[in-house]
DNA sequence: ACCTGAACACCGTTCAAGT
DNA sequence: ACCTGAACACCGTTCAAGT
């Protein structure tokens, strides 16, 4: 049998050799080129099995995204299935920092991510708040974990090429002066503890609003009862 | 006198010129070459003014984010304040969309952003939110005006390079399927609304907590008072 | 002091050709 | 069917030279 010297291209050998270099490299280490150099292949092969960059990098964008439904949830209350999913979706993005950004910047275009959108509405459908705010409390919840997961990676990524602005020029901020030691001291999980915390009292005390209402609403029924 | 065929060249020009290219035909448009060749210039006649591209685009982030600050706040409540810092943040994000992604990704070396932590940060004191939550509070708000505006920007970007996903093998999104009226009805200006709200009574419900647990504390002395 | 233009080392992608 | 290599139209940036 003829011995090759490397694994025929396929369509996953390419993706997963493209977030090896990209996790271990950056974004912007990878090119199509020096792709094609990791698999020790002619830079013009990769064209065969996947159309463009663009696509390249969407089929790694589900590929990451798709291991927030790996492991279903085994929580029983709508609480601890929020925190399993946003904890488990900020896990990845740590797991994946150079990828994520882009993956969230292609919510609106990506399966997977339109999956995890389904999955936090069927969580607050499954709390039992009204239709009228899920799409709103469904919104504010994923503005936070996306927002959270970027603020985190932001300031993880080592910028070799931020400019260094002129300390000298800068204004005085004179809050985070003032809190200087609690911002030296927090941690993000903590931050993101307390955020998860906050938006679960917050859908808590709407649920519990919509709870009086309806109670309201039976002792003084409307007068198209009269 | 000599007439001039055009300006001389300036940070300011270059600046001012750039951000209208990205306005205009988005942030991939923008290469120092073609800036040049609006600018009517030698391509390099630019790298006089500016170290390179990363610099000139920190300081297209310093001028957008500026804005911020233009029109001091007039309100006076810590919750009127909130709002209308966040809602002036909205509103300078969808004026300038092809530039916000970048300006909220370089948080952790603009300076102006770092002054928009600050500011928030200054509201969550003046509330009176005890130092111990502060920090996570300031990140929670944060985190949820930065992913929000992404979310609509990432919404509102027209995508060409979308690859168009099989809809045949999408798997069904029952969740949205179900709140598909809410879902279509629905306009970010509500959720922003919503989301600001949410945070507004959140916060408000962290400092009663505060406020009965100082009064209880009052009642029953400590036993160091014995 | 300010601008120019050639040159270097890259990109993504197309296309005709090879096996 | 799958891979190759030349070519096209771009990049950001450096450097020596011009006025």
New binding site residues.
């Given amino acids: 049998m003829a011995t090759k010297t490397r694994d ?2 396929s369509i996953s050998l390419i993706h997963n050799t493209a977030l090896e270099v990209i996790n271990r490299d950056g974004l912007e280490a ?5 792709l ?1 150099k990791t698999l020790n ?5 990769i ?3 996947i ?4 696509a390249l990098l969407s089929g790694i964008y589900e590929g990451v995204i798709a291991e927030l439904f790996a492991e279903p949830s085994l929580e029983t209350s709508w609480q601890d299935q929020l925190k399993f999913l946003l904890r488990r979706f900020r896990s990845l993005a740590t797991r994946s920092p150079n990828i994520f950004p882009g993956l969230i910047a292609s919510t609106h275009t990506s399966p997977g991510m339109a999956r995890a959108i389904d999955a936090i509405l069927g969580i607050l459908l499954e709390a039992g708040l009204p239709a009228k705010i899920i799409v709103q409390t469904g919104d504010a919840v994923f503005a936070f974990v996306t927002g959270f997961v970027l603020l985190e990676l932001n300031h993880n990524a080592v910028n070799p090429n931020a400019p260094a602005h002129d300390s000298a020029k800068a204004l005085p901020l004179e809050n985070i002066a003032r809190l200087r030691e609690e911002l030296r001291t927090n941690q993000f999980s903590n931050s993101f503890e307390f955020g998860l915390q906050f938006l679960i009292s917050g859908i808590e005390a709407n649920l519990l609003l919509e709870a009086a209402s309806k109670a309201v609403s039976k002792r003084k029924p409307r007068k198209s009862q009269a």
Same sequence: chains 1, 2.
Avoid: C, F, G
């Fill in positions: 025929p291209l990878l090119s199509m080129r020096s094609a292949v002619d830079p013009m092969a064209y065969h099995h159309p463009n960059k663009a």
